[in-house]
């Protein structure tokens, strides 16, 4: 049976992470199947999900509409491994600091939102992923995790946490799929596997 | 492995790019106040569009359209945590310069505005924040591709209320992309000689003044320091990316006449990215509960269940019939 991956579909780059995790599967020789997620029922049958770039405001609101959100914090204490990515970060996070977005506490990491500034400062530049070595990273607006709490930091980049890890939860300040580099991907698929879960453990 | 990123840098390609795709498959609205782009968001909008009134009030307006005054863009920027975009006249540079030091996170090249240059577009690829700009044709969304452009929408008619030319548009595109799919080399490079001979307007223009004869001078120096053989040569490029990828390089909005949700829907269900609202929410009668719609409608534009329940009730814009409007009147024939 292929490894059922789900990508909240609303809104945001939702098909290059498609991509790129197809990708990284097929270099490490594991079957997956990616699907759009849009509604409740659709959560029931996947192993995994990734919380895409975007907008959080508007995923937020979408995923409290239909009744998404409360339902992807009760998969996620069961186990179901969780990757998100800027706004998806923010929507996994403990606290956001912004009254518009609530975060859904998957990870103990406290977050800024926009703390970079606006699309001009958005910037790529180099940064080293604990396992995965140095990586060239690209921040669209990103937050910045201000507290990483319990999480472990699997990255930092000027002295600030940008990747975190915490269970089978990971959460990024940049944007993996938005490259072609594939090992962020492939560090979630093993981390599926159950190859590559960070050591704090629960919440 | 990260092979083409290495090159780029601030501001650049993937940048612009990547900034764009984060709004896909959402709605972005036109506001006129900070009391506007706060109704936006909380429905759900994925941006914004600053100005001083929406397009169905310009057009109403009449006279020249400029960039909004930067202090309306300053209240809307303090207003929202969406990004903020505004538009710039098209090949107005210093506008798009303004407003880049605004902190305005992308801008619109739009011919809802009073065009600034009749011969060229801004040369986006100089500006650090990424611009959309509007396409009727393809040949039209390769040469602002060209230029820099990090996101195309159609042009549609903007502030008719009417959906019938966005509609236009998008057919317009992907009949021709379906068509550059099958083309060979040689055809192709037919067609980059023919999308690029709009930079020569300007040098054909002033040949004729000068020799009488528009083709006496040729070649050099068209656009912003590149010549024939460089416009067709990045136009072909361009040419090339969407045979080998089916669709545009870049994200790709609806724009134009989008009035109520189902018109939203229309849009997303003829492939697009996502969708522009300029009159649509604030000239209808009942904005809030028309924004959150339209949002949801976007969103399950396949669930006509959901589009049928947020729509109960709910009227459009008044709409025009762009048929009976003079060609004048009609701002897709801005540019170029």
Known sequence: MPLNIGIIGFQGDVSEHAELLKKAANKLEVEVSVHEVRNRTQLDSVEALIIPGG?????????????MYDKIIELAKNGLPVM???????????????????????????IERNAYGRQIDSFMDDIDIKGIGKYKAVFIRAPVISKPGKADVLAEYKNKPVMVGQGKVLGLTFHPELTKDTRVHEYFIKMIEGEGSTSSGDL | MSTDISQLRFGEELIKRGFAKMTKGGVIMDVTTAEQ???AEDAGAVAVMALERVPADIRAAGGVARMAD?????EILNSVSIPVMAKVRIGHVS?????EALGVDMLDESEVLTPADPFFHVYKKQLKVPVVCGARTLPEAVRRIVEGAAMIR??????TGNVVEAVRHIRMVNEEIGIIKD???????????????????LRKTASEDLFGDENYLTGYNLFYGQNLEKMEAEVLKVLKEVRRLGRLPVVNFAAGGVATPADGALMMKLGMDGVFVGSGIFKSTDPKRMAKAVVEAVENYEDYKIIGNVSS??????????EKMPKEQRLQERGW
């Not at chain 1, 996994?92 to 977005?101: L, M």
């Not at chain 2, 506008?95 to 407003?99: H, I, Q």
């Not at chain 2, 009730?313 to 762009?322: P, R, V, Y």
């Open chain 2, 37 to 39: 782009a706060k109704i």
């Open chain 2, 95 to 99: 506008e798009g310069y303004t407003l």
């Open chain 2, 313 to 322: 009730g709910l009227s459009g814009m008044q709409g025009m019939e762009i």
């Open chain 1, 55 to 67: 907008e959080s405001t508007t995923m937020f609101k979408l995923l409290k509409l239909y009744s």
């Open chain 1, 84 to 110: 998100g990515t800027c706004a998806g970060l923010i929507l996994i996070s403990s606290k956001t600091n912004d009254e518009r977005v609530e975060g859904m506490g998957l990870i103990d990491t406290e």
């Open chain 2, 70 to 74: 930067p202090e309306k863009i300053k």
């Open chain 2, 154 to 159: 159609t042009k549609g008619e903007a502030g």
């Open chain 2, 183 to 201: 083309l060979s080399q040689e055809e192709l490079k037919k067609v980059s000689e023919k999308v690029a001979e709009n930079y020569r307007v």
